[in-house]
């Protein structure tokens, strides 16, 4: 097992988003690694538990048993080439992935997070 706390997030590819979470990661939740999990649009993926989905199991199932991650972040973010729905989408989207990886039964926290225009973080609750 990798020494440090471990969080994992399954992200958007958008280079813009990685920073500000994994610094949001580190401040509000003691973070010393955040291990990513990335691809376009991942919301609308888990959401509708669409082609894509096992993988993105695969790699967070890397990140908690080698690294022992105890939460999972699930972001979502302005202006998604790979998502492009309103902000009101994308949070029912947030909220129905977590319902859905939840069943995965791992021993976690799991969140939801939004980044907005100006690439600021914040639960959503």
């Known amino acids: 097992m990798a020494k440090g706390n471990f969080g994992t997030v399954i992200n958007c590819m958008d ?30 993926m888990l959401a509708e538990n669409t082609a ?5 199991k695969q790699r967070v199932n ?21 998502n492009p729905v309103p902000k009101e989408t994308q949070y029912e989207q947030v909220k129905l992935a977590l319902k859905n990886l939840s ?15 100006n690439w600021e973080v914040s639960p959503i609750k």
């Open 15 to 44: 280079g813009r988003t990685q920073l500000p979470v994994n610094e949001y990661l580190r401040r509000e939740y003691g973070l010393d690694f955040i291990d990513t999990v990335t691809e376009p649009g991942p919301v609308k």
């Open 52 to 56: 894509g989905v096992e993988s993105i």
């Open 62 to 82: 890397i990140s908690i048993q080698a690294h022992g991650s105890k939460l999972i972040a699930i972001v979502a973010h302005y202006d998604c080439a790979g």
């Open 103 to 117: 069943v995965w039964n791992y021993p976690v926290q799991l969140i939801g997070l939004w980044v907005n225009e």
